[in-house]
């Protein structure tokens, strides 16, 4: 078993900037692909970025240019740099692991971006 906690939610305004943060009960070192999703109400979860064990990357296209993935498999942490956040990024962040096949989920965090 995996735990996962997540921080740096909150409330922002247009514009602004967040950095979510993810800690793992696992050795970072015995991780694959860590990544972070989110889900608006009434949507479903989609996926927003995603680093490889290798550490290559990939991003929802909506986030490209203004959202950065990292992870620091010496703190076992993944994190998520957020820039210029829109109104339509408003949603609950979850951060995923993947270790010996099987997905691992954290509890989620809140982020809205309102005026």
């Known amino acids: 078993q995996v735990q996962l906690v997540e921080s740096g939610g909150g409330e922002v305004q247009p514009g602004g900037s967040l950095r979510l943060s993810c800690s793992a009960s696992?050795?970072?070192?015995?991780?694959?692909?860590m990544g972070w999703y989110r889900q608006a109400p009434g949507k479903r979860r989609e996926l927003v970025a995603t680093?490889?064990?290798?550490?290559?990357?990939t991003y929802d296209n909506s986030v490209k240019g203004r959202f950065t993935i990292s992870r620091d498999n010496h703190k076992s942490t993944v994190s998520l740099q957020m820039n210029n956040l829109k109104p339509e990024d408003t949603a609950v962040y979850y951060c995923?692991?993947?270790?010996?096949?099987?997905?691992?989920w954290g509890q989620g965090t809140q982020v809205t971006v309102s005026a």
């Open positions: 696992e050795s970072g070192f015995r991780l694959g692909t």
């Open positions: 995923k692991v993947i270790m010996l096949s099987r997905d691992y």
């Open positions: 680093v490889t064990d290798r550490g290559s990357t």
